[in-house]
T-cell receptor
């Protein structure tokens, strides 16, 4: 079974530039997550999709971050414009399904390491 | 808001030493708890999980964790570590208010010396 795929693996940009990350979840997984992991911290959930709908984006900085999952499969996360503090690893994860009453194991991709200079 | 605390940021051990990594969570209700591991250059992967039942949970590679509700703790243990256990370990709790939303601790970086 193929795992969660992410690209690119590394990206270096200057502040105020824009950047996009791509994620392809495990086939059949309805729920997709984007996490931000700043150096020295644990991953923090940015946004969660159930199929192509957003179920949690409470910690997404919506003035500069956006994400979509138009066909309920792969997803893109965009930052525009980037700031120095956006330097982090962006992790994508997927799970078979998720609802308020059921815990479902999340599978993580390799991440994209973003450096903003 | 729920939170997870991991007591040690860096741990250095020699091979065959015993390991215990501390994890405390803040929520007092029903909890689902996890330990994830990230080996150098690899992605996060699940080590073990607790949903309900026996509070002593066994995971992969000889790891185990004990859920102690009265102490709000879910410490990770291994009786004898190997060099290959060098990795970063994250404790996480499933948020009570979200849809399968994980809240992670800051992580513990373990280095095992031969």
């Amino acid at each position: 079974e193929a795992g969660v795929a992410q690209s690119p693996r590394y990206k270096i940009i200057e502040k105020r530039q824009s950047v996009a990350f791509w994620c392809n979840p495990i086939s059949g997984h309805a729920t997709l997550y984007w996490y931000q992991q700043i150096l020295g911290q644990g991953p923090k959930l940015l946004i969660q999709f159930q199929n192509n709908g957003v179920v949690d984006d409470s910690q997404l900085p919506k003035d500069r971050f956006s994400a979509e999952r138009l066909k309920g499969v792969d997803s893109t996360l965009k930052i525009q414009p980037a700031k120095l503090e956006d330097s982090a690893v962006y992790l994508c994860a997927s799970s078979f399904r998720a609802d308020r009453n059921t815990a479902s194991e999340q599978y993580f991709g390799p991440g994209t390491r973003l450096t903003v200079t | 808001a729920q939170s997870v605390s991991q007591h040690n940021h860096h741990v250095i051990l020699s091979e065959a030493a015993s390991l215990e990594l501390g994890c405390n969570y803040s929520y007092g209700g029903t909890v689902n708890l996890f330990w994830y591991v990230q080996y150098p250059g690899q992605h996060l992967q699940l080590l073990l999980k607790y949903f309900s039942g026996d509070p002593l949970v066994k995971g992969i590679k000889g790891f185990e964790a004990e859920f102690i509700k009265s102490k709000f703790s879910f410490n990770l243990r291994k009786p004898s570590v190997q060099w290959s256990d060098t990795a970063e370990y994250f404790c996480a709790v499933l948020s009570s208010g979200g849809y399968n939303k994980l809240i992670f601790g800051a992580g513990t970086r373990l280095a095992v010396h031969p």
